[in-house]
């Protein structure tokens, strides 16, 4: 007999004495009742399920023969483009044959021209670095004779300025020694005179007693002693070369 959740859940059981607790039995046939309903759901979901997937399966079986039908169409159609990219692979290989050659002959005739333009360029270089050389050449030698007679001219002025200061520094120091000898030639008439007028002038007899006080004595300068004598200058020979610089 086929029961349901609501016949479990609404069955009745006779009474009798020393039977079981109502309670608990109601309670077992509610949770009978739900399991029994919660099983047929899921097989009621189940079946849905399954009649799904069977309609899928008949879908993906028409979608079979369909995509067969298309392959069969595809290889057909894959052959003829296969057929078609032949003859063009065939048609664009002969045009990229002639473009090729067409391409290696115009380089080579442009490859020509370059060389040629480029050894023309050479020579004109090589003419003008040539050409500037030569001038750089005589500039510098130009700047070397310009400097070698400003070196001439230099020297030539130290050599003046040297003479006209040596022979300055000469005359003074002749000058200054007979300055000196004059003064020493005064000098030694003045204490010559100074000592014959102590000699004259002698105190009385009551100033005798008193000291005299000693007159004062300066050492006399002779002329033995030598005076300082001033850097001799070098010769002009004998001043250093400046050395010539070199201009590149």
Do not use: C, W
Not at 18 to 40: C, I, K
Not at 116 to 138: C, K, N, P, T, V
Not at 186 to 205: D, K, T
């Amino acid at each position: 007999m086929k029961l349901s959740p609501l016949d479990i859940r609404h069955h009745e059981f006779p009474g009798r004495f020393g039977g079981y607790d109502r309670l608990s039995v109601r309670q077992f046939l509610t949770d009978v009742a739900e399991e029994l309903e919660g099983v047929l759901q899921e097989r009621q979901s189940m079946q849905e399920r399954m009649q799904e997937l069977e309609r899928r399966v008949a879908e993906l079986k028409e979608q079979e023969d369909e995509i067969r039908r298309t392959l069969v169409a595809a290889e057909r159609m894959g052959h003829d483009l296969r057929e078609l990219a032949t003859r063009e692979s065939e048609v664009i290989l002969a045009q990229a044959n002639s473009f090729r050659d067409a391409i290696h002959n115009d380089a080579q005739l442009r490859s020509t021209e370059l060389e040629a333009a480029h050894q023309s360029r050479i020579s004109a270089l090589e003419l003008a670095f040539r050409g500037r050389f030569a001038d750089l050449e005589r500039e510098q030698h130009q700047l070397i004779l310009e400097r070698e007679r400003a070196q001439a001219e230099r020297m030539a002025d130290l050599e003046r300025v040297f003479s006209d200061r040596h022979s300055d520094l000469t005359a003074r120091l002749a000058s200054a020694r007979q300055e000196y000898a004059q003064f020493l030639s005064g000098y030694r008439a003045l204490v010559s005179s100074f000592s014959e007028l102590s000699a004259r002038h002698i105190l009385p007899e009551e100033l005798a007693p008193l000291e005299r006080p000693p007159l004062p004595s300066a050492p006399v300068p002779t002329l033995d002693v030598p005076l300082p004598d001033l850097p001799t200058a070098p010769e002009p020979h004998e001043l250093p070369r400046i050395e010539e610089q070199q201009f590149l």
